[in-house]
């Protein structure tokens, strides 16, 4: 709790000198060492803080080059639009790994939860709630609150975009059964502080869901075709003429 106490006291430190000009839009943050120093906390909580800070669309950290103050009004407007496709591998890669440290940090009280939104997963009215709320658990007990906000953030995007919404309504209302005995896995596999099997669960799940997603994209797709070409043919036709 401490340390939990201690990273978002960076954050808001943070954010207070960006708002008030310390750190104006395009310029480079101190290197982590000498923001721990500054901070007094460890290099770790400084990480997580920044982390926490480009979620929340504060800064952008370049690979190589440091971590640069963004204009927020600007990646407001410059906003793109996200596809099931981008949201269920951005979900994948990030939420294999929740799953994975929640195996090692998950508590009693969590895997009761965990297991009841398991048992709710079941009832057809309840199933999609539950589904988040399964997948929300297994976020917070990871103690990252980081890791718990860029998960919320991307079920957000699951709720709220229509294109997504629609994409995965063709593929979760077909795979019920299977979409619960995937959860089954991964519950199984942080019941048991596996995490490596935790990890390998949740992958296999969006596994299955964007090969789902592509599979009814294609269909689309072909069906989309069939029309064009039924149009063109009787655009064209002169089976009028032979009768």
Known sequence: MKRRRRFWNVVDKLEAAIDQGVYHVGSRLPAERELAETHQVSRPTIREAIIALEVRGR??????????????????????????????????LIEAEAAALAAATIQDHELADLKQSLDDMQVPEMAIEADQRFHEIIAKSTRNNAIFMSIQNLWKLRRSEPQIIAAYDDVCSQSDEQRLQEHTCIYDA??????????????????????????????????????????????????????
């Open 59 to 92: 800064v952008e950290v370049k690979t190589g080059s440091g971590v640069f103050v963004t204009d927020t009004n600007k990646v407001e407007a410059s906003d793109k639009p996200i596809s099931a496709f981008e949201l269920t591998q951005a979900r994948a």
């Open 190 to 243: 942080i019941a048991s502080h596996d995490s490596s099997a935790a990890r390998k669960a949740m992958h296999n799940h969006f596994n299955r869901l964007i090969n789902s997603l592509f599979a009814a994209s294609e269909k689309k797709a072909l069906e989309e075709i069939k029309r064009k070409t039924s149009e063109t043919r009787g655009l064209y036709s002169i089976s009028h003429l032979t009768q």
